[in-house]
Nanobody, 117 residues
Framework: VSVVESGGGLVEPGGSLTLSCVASGAPFDEYDASWHRQTPGKERELVAF????????QMMDSVKGRFTIAKDNIREVVSLEMNSLKPEDTGVYYCKLEDMSTNSEWWGQGTLVIVSS
């Protein structure tokens, strides 16, 4: 399974970005998906999670009301819409797909988000 993220970049505080994650070589609609981020000196943390059918999601408290995760099983894309960005949102954002039935997981290479004026 190949997982590729895109959409990162430099944005001013208060701005918006939408990250995308596409996968190939897998039955996309059978996998749960999540976005994680890592900042220098900190462990990678879970930002958002969504179930395989795209109907149920959970967000980290610090991004609730600002970020939205979505899973489109037709286009086979997982997106993370980020609004009202803050400098502390800066980091490398990673997409992960999980097959709960086999305890398998696949990570992308990450996309860098920098929130700065």
């Amino acid at each position: 399974v190949s997982v590729v993220e895109s959409g990162g970049g430099l944005v001013e505080p208060g701005g918006s970005l939408t990250l995308s994650c596409v996968a190939s070589g897998a039955p996309f609609d059978e996998y749960d998906a999540s976005w994680h981020r890592q900042t220098p000196g900190k462990e990678r943390e879970l930002v958002a999670f969504i179930t395989d059918d795209g109907y149920n999601s959970q967000m980290m408290d610090s991004v609730k009301g600002r970020f939205t995760i979505a899973k489109d099983n037709i286009r086979e894309v997982v997106s993370l819409e980020m609004n009202s960005l803050k400098p502390e949102d800066t980091g490398v954002y990673y997409c992960k797909l999980e097959d709960m039935s086999t305890n398998s997981e696949w990570w992308g290479q990450g996309t860098l988000v920098i929130v700065s004026s």
